[in-house]
């Protein structure tokens, strides 16, 4: 899929959790590691993954057990976020952004250093 899409909060969480495990996961697995944070049954997570699958944001593997694994691409899909939010929330404005970012969650001494790197276009 060449352009990543816009994602429900219930499809961020379960793609984050297959893009986590880096591997094809068993509903088992999926519902082990989001339970605890949604309280969602498997029946739910089925009927997510199912339409996932139908958006061609998942492959099903129909092998015993079924696995489920992600087909978006973890960073390009991030990316086609960050560049929505920023469109919808903050006008374009990248530094209202990234100045509002720092306000709610201060950068450590290691972090500022990545972020300098960054912005001398040096691989941090």
């Known amino acids: ?6 994602l429900t909060d219930v499809e961020w969480r379960l793609m984050q959790c297959l893009w ?3 591997q094809p996961m068993t509903l088992k697995e999926i519902s082990q590691a989001v339970e605890a944070d949604t309280g969602w049954s ?7 993954l199912k339409r996932m699958a139908a958006k061609g944001y998942v492959e099903i593997d129909h092998g015993r057990p079924i ?21 919808k929330v903050y006008g374009g404005d990248l530094m209202l952004m990234v100045s509002n970012a720092v306000r709610v969650q201060p950068l450590s001494e290691d972090e500022i250093n990545e972020l300098i ?6 691989e941090p």
Do not use: V, W
């Open 67 to 87: 696995r489920y694994r992600p087909l978006l691409d973890r960073q390009d899909t991030m990316r086609k976020e960050t560049q929505s939010l920023l469109g």
């Open 117 to 122: 790197s960054i912005l001398k276009g040096e």
């Open 20 to 22: 986590a495990h880096n």
């Open 42 to 48: 498997k029946h739910s997570i089925i009927s997510f």
């Open 1 to 6: 899929m060449s352009e990543a899409p816009a």
